[in-house]
């Protein structure tokens, strides 16, 4: 079996965000995963290989990537399950007036 760990399970939409999901193998022998297929909403979005597949960072956290996650896990072996519980990733978007008054004040500074 494996399990999804997903940290923050809830982030800010913006450009310096990141979220780290990890498969990690529960049972199985070696439990180290050398293949992950990666969901999102109960379809394949990518596949990891080697030493560091268990492993997946997302950057620069959009609105879009708002959903539910899972994985799938590949001891070299067998398959360990056929998909992880999902988790769900909440993206909280910044109001256009919050990013108005953000730029607003940018410009005033280098003035």
């Not at 070299?76 to 519980?85: E, W």
Request: aromatic share 8%; with cysteine.
């Amino acid at each position: 079996m494996v399990k999804l760990e997903l940290e923050p399970s809830i982030v800010t939409e913006s450009a310096d965000s990141l979220v780290l999901l990890k498969c990690l193998a529960i049972d199985g022998n070696p439990r180290t995963l050398i293949k992950v297929n990666w969901f999102k909403n109960g379809h394949i979005f990518k596949t990891s290989l080697g030493e560091t597949a268990s492993i997946l960072q997302m950057k620069n956290i959009t609105r879009f990537d708002h959903g539910n996650y899972s994985c799938q896990g590949f001891n070299g072996f067998k398959l360990l399950s056929l998909t992880s519980s999902s988790k769900p990733l909440k993206v909280e978007c910044k109001s256009i007036l919050v990013l108005f008054y953000s730029l607003l004040l940018t410009s005033l500074i280098k003035n």
